[in-house]
């Protein structure tokens, strides 16, 4: 049986990426589920790893909750809500960035906050509670103030909580809520790991520092502040520190480039490693799967290969 246990709690979708012949490759991700699904292959098997969110209880449903349990990825804290269904997206490259078109109009995990008790139960116990700005941004206001309660009450029994900023202006209805929301996520959170520019357009942050400092104010005790290929800032343990990512010679595609920094960090993090070592691994990770194409990059998992 395992003994501790790693929950993401965000939004899975279905995913159209570009394949070749100018065809799209169906999957499903979402930016805290890629985390999630990294984490898995991280962490030991003494960790369980599991998502919470909201699915419809339609045909694409079943497939999605089929794929992730195949992923590894346990399943018992997702609800299923009649007359829903799952988001969609479709990624667009150019250069290795890419850009996304949204359909999330009846999407269930929009719902996923309605029921504080579903919250309570699907947070206990934990011992690592993973979200992002994207979970809070799909949420209305009040949904969002029952989440960041119910997280609240498992960090006040125990669990850590981390929070990937994750920065997408077009779910929030104006700056000033986005700048809110994204505070009130960080004020319950452990970890704090957002990207400089992100940061820089949302908030007017003049530095890294700058970002390091709004969050430890917060309440933080770890921030790491990703900034392309510019040094990696960290603040833990009441300590700074910069940490040089890993060159990487031709992006392919940069998603999940931050998701699965989070995994890295934070299962180096749950397995011993210190601050600078979890930020070095992470980087590492990060730098491989940009050269893949998807969000999922199971090739740098495939049987002798060192993540």
Not at 33 to 47: K, M
Not at 170 to 198: I, Q
Request: with cysteine; glycine share 10%.
């Amino acid at each position: 049986m395992p003994e501790h246990s790693f929950l993401a709690i965000g939004e899975c979708m279905v995913e159209l990426a570009p394949d070749r012949d100018g065809l799209f490759r169906m999957g499903f991700a979402g930016d805290t589920f890629n985390c999630a699904w990294y984490a898995r292959r991280l962490l030991p098997e003494t960790w369980s790893v599991g998502y919470a969110t909201a699915v419809g209880a339609d045909a694409v449903s079943d497939d999605m909750l089929a794929f992730m349990a195949a992923e590894g990825i346990a399943t018992q804290a997702i609800r299923r809500i009649e007359g829903r269904t799952v988001g969609l997206y479709m990624i667009a490259l150019k250069d290795g960035e890419r850009s996304f078109s949204y359909w999330r109009g009846q999407a269930a995990a929009k719902a996923m906050a309605d029921d504080p008790d579903w919250l309570d139960r699907a947070f206990a116990g934990r011992d690592l509670l993973h979200l992002s700005g994207i979970t809070l941004a799909i949420l209305a206001p009040e949904a969002r103030e029952r989440l960041w309660a119910a997280l609240g009450r498992a960090r006040a029994a125990g669990a850590r909580v981390s929070f990937d900023t994750n920065v997408r202006p077009r779910l929030w209805r104006d700056p000033e809520e986005m700048r809110a929301g994204l505070m009130l996520g960080a004020s319950v959170a452990d970890t704090v790991l957002p990207s400089f520019d992100e940061e820089q357009a949302a908030f007017g942050d003049a530095s890294p520092g700058a970002t390091v400092a709004r969050y430890r104010e917060a309440g933080a005790t770890t921030v790491v502040v990703k900034n392309g290929a510019a040094p990696i800032r960290l603040w833990a343990e009441g300590a700074e520190a910069e940490i040089a990512p890993v060159r990487v010679a031709q992006v392919v595609d940069s998603t999940a480039a931050g998701d699965s920094f989070a995994a890295g960090f934070l299962a180096a993090r749950a397995t011993g490693a210190s601050p600078p070592e979890a930020v070095a691994q992470a980087a590492a990770l990060a730098a491989r799967v940009i050269g893949q194409r998807g969000a999922l990059a199971p090739d740098l998992f495939a049987d002798g290969a060192e993540p």
